[in-house]
């Protein structure tokens, strides 16, 4: 493993206890450049692995409380009149930061939402018809409450295929969570980690992720699975092709991250779930995890 990649783990895993494999696919969705929802109960970790994640990579953090009263221009920023110099002067909204947290995500009203649809994408605000772009890196985590839906608005599937992967922080185990009493008698919190990456690194580590070799035949293993969900019949809406090329490129990532510099089929298979379920609107009210798992036993590799 890279040894940037290594103290940025150990790192993350100073406040984030006995979350390797949510690490990774944070990491993942981070070094593909793009973006992560964790959809997981309230109090598992979600605004401290993002918080943790800014602190070690030396980048600004931000929070976006999502509520049904908060407006686009509160993400984005906005013109405001300056009357010493009589001219507008642009006021930068939240999501001019290297990590952007939108707690709850699905609290904010379809308007609210379609304000991170540009900078997702494009990595870029347009407010009164002038754009600008963020910094790189920039990255998106995202939380919602998969069990409490009362007085919350769905994500559409534009923005549910903004984001790379999604994952689960899940409840810790009993072992786990006594280390969690200990390090907060210890006082150890997230503002005593150091930074242990620069963003210049991190945009070097996106560069040498994107250059992970990826086989023809792993490609085509890639295509066969996504077109196989819009034939499906148990699928009402299958992977678009950003979800195929979002697969690629956390293959690629997934590849650099375990010190290799070429994808296996079991990097693929291993993303699968989480770079594709989000994106699948099931029919008949089915699990889309449990189709996607259902897809990679029947489509062989080539």
Request: proline share 6%.
């Amino acid at each position: 493993m890279n040894q940037r990649i290594s103290n940025l783990t150990q790192n993350l895993s100073r406040t984030i206890v006995g979350k390797s494999e949510a690490i990774r696919l944070v990491l993942v969705a981070l070094l593909s450049g793009g973006h992560a929802l964790l959809e997981d109960v309230p109090g598992v970790g979600k605004t401290l692995l993002a918080k943790s994640l800014a602190r070690s990579i030396n980048g600004r953090f931000q929070r976006i409380q999502c509520t049904p009263d908060l407006l686009p221009t509160d993400i984005t920023g906005t013109n405001i009149w300056n009357p010493s110099s009589r001219e507008f002067e642009f006021l930068a909204g939240p999501v001019f930061a290297s990590v952007v947290l939108a707690d709850e995500i699905n609290r904010a009203t379809p308007r609210t939402q379609s304000a991170l649809l540009e900078v997702m994408e494009e990595q870029q605000v347009t407010v009164d018809g002038q754009s600008r772009k963020v910094d790189r890196p920039f990255f998106v985590i995202a939380t919602q409450n998969p069990i409490e839906y009362q007085g919350t608005f769905p994500l559409p599937e534009a923005q549910m295929d903004r984001f790379t992967l999604s994952l689960s922080l899940g409840y810790p185990t009993e072992e786990e969570e006594l280390q969690m009493l200990q390090r907060q008698q210890d006082r150890m919190s997230v503002d005593d980690l150091q930074p242990c990456i620069s963003l210049e690194e991190v945009r070097e580590l996106q560069e040498l992720a994107s250059q992970v070799n990826v086989a023809q035949s792993l490609q085509q293993y890639i295509l066969n699975l996504v077109r196989a969900s819009r034939t499906d019949e148990e699928i009402t809406l299958g992977v678009s092709p950003r979800g195929t090329v979002a697969l690629q490129q956390a293959a690629q990532a997934f590849a650099f991250l375990a010190g290799r510099d070429y994808v296996i089929p079991d990097d693929v298979k291993r993303l699968a779930p989480h770079v594709l379920s989000h994106r699948l609107i099931p029919a008949g009210g089915r699990q889309a995890r449990a189709i996607v798992e259902r897809l990679l036993r029947s489509i062989p590799v080539e």
